[in-house]
């Protein structure tokens, strides 16, 4: 587990967008607590062939956030990794998935949220990450619409996104 978030963070530290990655000002965290669905991604080594894909996030008392990342791999089995998000400058958490090791950790970047908290897109600090995430795994088309123009209003190449399937029954 170690070697494998030191892996996740070296590839991210190193692969680079020319996007804009700061994050957005205003974002009230206890509003962003709970359950997102991610709507599409860039894809990660630890990413590959997931889908039906949600992080939970939860206030935790020692004023850090829990983060629980829910996935199905290709074979159909529920994977979970759990992580600790460290609370930055506003629309800013740094995640370690080693807490131990919080040195590998890598940046949250909230970069657009909407008024409602039902939709956000998030990166890391290089822009190798980018993901659409909303409070339903089924979005409006017009909220895709306003996630994606910000993501391309702030420099990222979507050719390579990911959509992320969900088959909830």
Known sequence: MI??????????RSAKQNADTRPTNGVDMSL???????????????????????TE??????G?????????DAHGRRKEAHAIGYLGKDGNLTVSFVPLLRFISTPYNILAVDEFYRNALVSNDSGSCLWFLSRSPQIVP?????????????????SALHYTQHRYR
């Not at 070697?3 to 991210?12: D, I, T, V």
């Not at 997102?36 to 990660?44: D, P, S």
């Not at 850090?64 to 199905?72: G, Q």
């Open 3 to 12: 070697l494998r978030a030191l892996f996740y963070y070296l590839c991210h």
């Open 142 to 158: 017009d909220d895709f619409a306003y996630l994606k123009n910000e993501a391309l209003r702030r420099g990222f190449d979507l």
């Open 64 to 72: 850090h956030i829990s983060v629980t990342n829910f996935a199905k």
């Open 32 to 54: 962003y607590l709970g359950r997102w669905y991610e709507l599409a991604r860039f894809e990660t080594p630890f990413e590959m062939g997931m889908e039906e894909v949600y």
């Open 57 to 62: 996030y939860k206030a935790r008392p020692d």
